[in-house]
């Protein structure tokens, strides 16, 4: 059936399409063997938290037979919860073939979005501003996920423990060659890729030696140039020195 507009016609739903929510005791709903996506305990927790503030807004889908179509996680939370009807849809138009694709594009097709970190920055300050009764938490974000979006410094994919330091303008205090002692450690500033012709490391059996952090010794590289990349070389060569 289909409807016109200033002569033009729109497509509407076929009849057996459109959906009709029914409440239905959870504990009768079966979940599929088949379904891949997993939940642990924790965000059971968190979509349980969710639906205790929301309300129950995102319908289960369910076959004829009341297995699960999408909605898994949401099911175990009302269990949780104690509820006795979550809302569902049949989806009695799709074939067995349709609805066991449609299980796993309902899960892989939400995890292909991305998101406008800056827009949600945005969003997330406006409910800092407001009196809220919950806590931000129940977005699904972290609180230190919230603090990095809020914050405003981290990209998308970005992990702050990858941004580097700002360079020192200060003349540097380690040089090419210099050993330093760290704790039980010793570390060579130099470059793996060279040939280390002269290696003399003091034995340092107490602690109280060195202190830890100083420099100790120092290392000198052969001129005949690099070896390729081999960066177990001076590893290899700290540990030959005996002790």
Same mark, same amino acid.
């Given at each position: 059936?289909?409807?016109t ?12 399409t ?34 205790k ?34 809302? @569902?849809? *049949? /989806?009695?138009? !799709?074939? #067995? ?5 449609y299980?796993?594009? =309902?899960?892989? &097709? ?32 972290? @609180?230190? *996920? /919230?603090?990095? !979006?809020? #914050? ?8 702050? =423990?990858?941004? &580097? ?20 450690h ?14 003399? /490391? ?42």
């Amino acid at each position: 059936m289909s409807k016109t507009f200033d002569g033009a016609t729109a497509p509407t739903l076929p009849a057996e399409t459109r959906l009709k929510i029914v409440n239905r005791d959870p504990a009768k709903l079966k979940p599929y063997s088949g379904n891949a996506r997993t939940h642990s305990d924790k965000q059971i927790v968190q979509i349980a938290a969710s639906i205790k503030k929301f309300g129950f807004v995102n319908p289960v889908l369910v076959d004829a037979d009341g297995i699960i179509i999408a909605g898994h996680g949401r099911v175990e939370a009302a269990k949780q919860l104690g509820l006795s009807e979550v809302p @569902t849809i *049949e /989806l009695a138009h !799709l074939t #067995d073939a349709e609805w066991r694709a449609y299980v796993i594009a =309902d899960n892989r &097709l939400a995890e292909l979005a991305g998101w406008d970190r800056e827009i949600l920055a945005i969003e997330l300050q406006s409910l800092v501003d407001m009196d809220l009764d919950f806590d931000l938490e129940i977005t699904g974000f972290e @609180t230190a *996920e /919230l603090d990095l !979006l809020l #914050d405003g410094d981290v990209g998308e994919g970005e992990d702050p =423990d990858d941004t &580097l330091p700002q360079a020192v303008p200060d003349a540097a205090v380690t040089q090419p060659g210099d050993v330093w002692l760290l704790g039980k450690h010793r570390l060579i500033c130099g470059d793996a890729q060279l040939r280390w012709r002269h290696v003399h /490391l003091p034995c340092i059996r107490e602690a109280g030696d060195h202190p830890a952090g100083r420099r100790v010794a120092s290392v000198s590289a052969s001129n005949t140039g690099k070896i390729g990349h081999s960066p177990h070389n001076l590893l290899s060569l700290v540990r030959s020195v005996p002790c």
